[in-house]
């Protein structure tokens, strides 16, 4: 069975600055997508930025840029120039070609906070 | 285009007693999926329908259950509540549930038993 780990349950940057949040992941699949999801106090799950293995290239949305290696099963997600506005909990998440249909499997969690 | 909406938003019950929650998904997405969030367990899939079938599950109880109608709206059933089912329930959609489809979720319903 695929697992996602998240090792960093807390995190906090001050506003403006760069901060990096770690997913690993175990799995035996080749072909699969990697997510980054936020869910903000309101606790609706918004999606932040994807990537699927098969890409070589880190996905990047503006502020928002993933460094994948594959071969280490590691996708951490990085902030850049963050705001008061991406205080929330970031969820990792994978989904697989093995999983039939649109079955997720998240990691525990990092809650960010962003000083002022 | 309207997002993913659940209801109710919130819900006290009692043990013993059965919940139905509600979960319309974006127009023309047809595959809705199920999540329980708890502190504990984190984020656990219960289960997925599409066309009005279920497709995926998830490891609960017989308790847990769905059903999925003709214009994709799907409820989910939780019966003889337990007090570890308190938790917030989300729900997914995407157009077919296929593997390059990303989901979409809704603000989800929170559901306390006591």
């Known amino acids: 069975a695929q697992t996602v780990t998240q090792s960093q349950p807390e995190m906090s940057v001050q506003e403006a600055e760069t901060v990096t949040l770690s997913c690993t992941y175990d799995?035996?699949?080749?072909?699969?997508?990697l997510f980054w999801y936020k869910q903000p106090p309101s606790r609706q799950m918004i999606l932040v930025i994807r990537?699927?293995?098969?890409?070589?290239q880190n996905a990047t949305e503006n502020r928002f840029s993933v460094n994948f290696q594959k071969a280490a099963k590691s996708f951490s997600l990085k902030i850049s120039d963050s705001q008061l506005g991406d205080a929330a909990m970031y969820f990792c998440a994978y989904k697989g070609t093995e999983t039939s249909g649109s079955r997720l499997t998240f990691g525990e969690g990092t809650q960010l906070t962003v000083n002022p | 285009k309207a997002g993913v909406t659940q209801t109710p938003r919130y819900l006290i019950k009692t043990r013993g007693q059965q919940v139905t929650l509600s979960c319309s998904p974006i127009s023309g997405h047809r595959s809705v999926s199920w999540y329980q969030q708890t502190p504990g367990q984190g984020l656990q899939f219960l289960f997925e329908y599409f066309s009005e079938t279920q497709r995926n599950k998830g490891n609960f109880p017989g308790r847990f259950s769905g059903r999925q109608f003709s214009n994709s709206r799907s409820e989910m059933n939780v019966s003889t509540l337990e007090l570890g089912d308190s938790a917030l329930y989300l729900c997914?959609?995407?157009?077919?549930?296929?593997?390059?489809?990303?989901?979409?979720f809704g603000p989800g319903t929170r559901l306390l038993v006591l």
């Open positions: 997914a959609s995407s157009l077919s549930g296929g593997f390059q489809e990303t989901q979409y």
């Open positions: 799995t035996s699949e080749s072909d699969y997508y």
């Open positions: 990537q699927e293995a098969y890409k070589q």
